[in-house]
């Protein structure tokens, strides 16, 4: 069983930067691909970025492409989510999730633990 606790949500502004966290139990974290998803109100669920065990193969959906960063530091039992140049369309609830898969996955299907959520809101 893996637990997954988000932080760094916010309200912003357009432009704005913000910096997401995820902290994962368990010691086998590392062993893990790690991936970021939102929801906006009334749409699916959709993949943002993923990341290998190592953080040396990173995944970006193309609306976040140049603008968001994933990384990891697996001595932390951390996943991070660099957010910058934000857009009104940018909000979201955010989620981490782990994969037990090798490559990184986009499918939630393909994830097996899931994190609470926090709110992201980017303002005009």
């Known amino acids: 069983q893996v637990q997954l606790v988000e932080s760094g949500g916010g309200l912003v502004q357009a432009g704005g930067s913000l910096r997401l966290s995820c902290v994962a139990s368990?010691?086998?974290?590392?062993?893990?691909?790690m991936g970021w998803f939102r929801q906006a109100p009334g749409k699916e669920r959709e993949f943002v970025a993923g990341?290998?065990?190592?953080?040396?193969?990173?995944y970006y959906a193309d609306s976040v492409k140049g603008r968001f960063t994933i990384s990891r530091d697996n001595t932390k039992n951390t996943v991070y989510l660099q957010m910058n140049s934000l857009k009104p369309e940018d909000t979201a609830v955010y989620y981490c999730?782990?994969?037990?898969?090798?490559?990184?996955?986009?499918?939630?299907?393909?994830?097996?633990?899931w994190g609470q959520g926090t709110q992201v809101t980017v303002s005009s």
């Open positions: 990341t290998n065990w190592s953080g040396n193969s990173r």
């Open positions: 368990g010691r086998t974290f590392s062993r893990y691909v």
């Open positions: 999730a782990v994969s037990k898969l090798v490559l990184v996955p986009t499918s939630t299907l393909q994830y097996s633990y």
